[in-house]
């Protein structure tokens, strides 16, 4: 299992009338990050039972990575957003992907 990764599931509920807004802003993150090294995917989601709901799925190398990913300056803006297009902030899984060796 050692050396597959690390992938995040995220959860945003957004504020009403800012779904779209919120998956706009998650795309350019998406974009910004997908240049990253270390970065394999970094995908948005639409609930499909509440419109309100969008996921990210992130996988990354290593847990170095989504520490620097995480101090980058386009994570930082978009977090400063956060507040304006979502309920309360956001839920995040850290799991390690599982492979045969």
Do not use: N
Request: charged share 25%.
């Amino acid at each position: 299992m050692e050396g597959h990764g690390i992938v995040l599931f995220v959860s945003f509920t957004a504020r009403p009338g800012r779904a779209q807004d919120l998956q706009e802003e998650l795309l350019a993150l998406s974009e910004a990050s997908l240049r990253e090294p270390g970065c394999h995917a970094y995908l948005v989601h639409a609930d499909l039972e509440d419109e309100s709901r969008v996921w990210l799925y992130e996988h990354w190398a290593s847990e170095e990575a989504l520490h620097e990913h995480d101090q980058t300056a386009h994570v930082a803006a978009f977090v400063a957003k956060l507040p304006k297009l979502t309920e309360a902030g956001f839920d995040r899984w850290e799991t390690a992907l599982v492979r045969p060796d």
